[in-house]
């Protein structure tokens, strides 16, 4: 996750602490909870289920757990990056 707000931020600034960066971040989905579903500022795509005590990022059409840095290369990807 830090690599990846790395990439989309400014290379002249700090980008984890770059509110601009912060807030794309936010956006396109690397920082992402269900929650945020419906907030014109966030992506609120992300699906997540609790298995054997622990939260995953999770694939409800094909049932399965997403690796984070699976679903975050996806991201980068749809970027260009």
Partial sequence: ???????IGPKDKDP????ETLAKA????ILDAPHLKGNPACSGKLST?????ALYAYDNENKRIIPEEERINKILKTLNI
Wanted: aromatic share 0%; charged share 25%; glycine share 10%.
């Fill in 26 to 29: 936010v956006k396109v989905g």
């Fill in 1 to 7: 996750i830090i690599d990846a707000i790395k990439a």
């Fill in 16 to 19: 984890l602490t770059d509110p």
């Fill in 49 to 53: 289920r609790i298995i054997s005590g």
